[in-house]
């Protein structure tokens, strides 16, 4: 089963409104493009808690971010950064650097601070393009599968003669 039908289902089964679901789902998504590296599943459930939303919908989308994707979409964040900023997008030249230099991290730190800001940019657009698109995919879906349910007949509770 793929990855995007299991979340699906996962969310479907959560029992809250379509909107509250999509929210923490989307929240989730913008959290997995966070450009501040392993907070990831605090933020996610922080934000869950003191909010009241679904943290399993909220933590599906954060993990969005996982060890498969984590250079792909940082690298994508970044090079849209860069982009948007009119810096150049050649890489860092890294094949000067010895592991054993003593200017090491120096060396390290002037190669990449130049990337940093559009590492930063880059990141938190990708994050709210992709927070308010999963949130749109995922009501519709929600909205979509509640209108083709039809509708749970309604007990109503006797009073007690």
């Given at each position: 089963?793929?990855?995007?039908?299991?979340?699906?289902?996962?969310?479907l089964h959560v029992?809250?409104?379509?909107?509250?679901?999509?929210?923490?789902?989307?929240?989730?998504?913008?959290?997995?493009?966070?450009?501040?590296?392993?907070?990831?599943?605090?933020?996610?459930?922080?934000?869950?808690?003191?909010?009241?939303?679904?943290?399993?919908?909220?933590?599906?989308?954060?993990?969005?971010?996982?060890?498969?994707?984590?250079?792909?979409?940082?690298?994508?964040?970044?090079?849209?950064?860069?982009?948007?900023?009119?810096?150049?997008?050649?890489?860092?030249?890294?094949?000067?650097?010895?592991?054993?230099?003593?200017?090491?991290?120096?060396?390290?730190?002037?190669?990449?601070?130049?990337?940093?800001?559009?590492?930063?940019?880059?990141?938190?657009?990708?994050?709210?393009?992709?927070?308010?698109?999963?949130?749109?995919?995922?009501r519709f879906a929600?909205?979509?599968?509640?209108?083709?349910?039809?509708?749970?007949?309604?007990?109503?509770?006797?009073?007690p003669a």
């Amino acid at each position: 089963m793929s990855w995007l039908r299991q979340t699906l289902l996962v969310l479907l089964h959560v029992h809250d409104s379509p909107h509250r679901i999509a929210l923490a789902f989307g929240i989730g998504v913008f959290i997995a493009f966070f450009p501040v590296f392993g907070i990831h599943t605090l933020l996610a459930l922080g934000i869950a808690f003191a909010f009241r939303l679904s943290r399993a919908a909220m933590l599906l989308g954060a993990y969005l971010n996982n060890p498969w994707t984590i250079v792909p979409l940082y690298t994508a964040g970044t090079v849209v950064g860069s982009w948007l900023l009119g810096l150049p997008l050649e890489g860092p030249p890294l094949s000067g650097l010895r592991l054993r230099h003593d200017g090491l991290w120096h060396a390290l730190l002037e190669t990449v601070y130049p990337y940093l800001w559009p590492y930063f940019v880059g990141n938190l657009l990708l994050g709210a393009v992709g927070g308010v698109g999963a949130y749109l995919a995922v009501r519709f879906a929600l909205e979509r599968r509640q209108r083709s349910r039809p509708p749970r007949a309604v007990v109503k509770p006797r009073r007690p003669a």
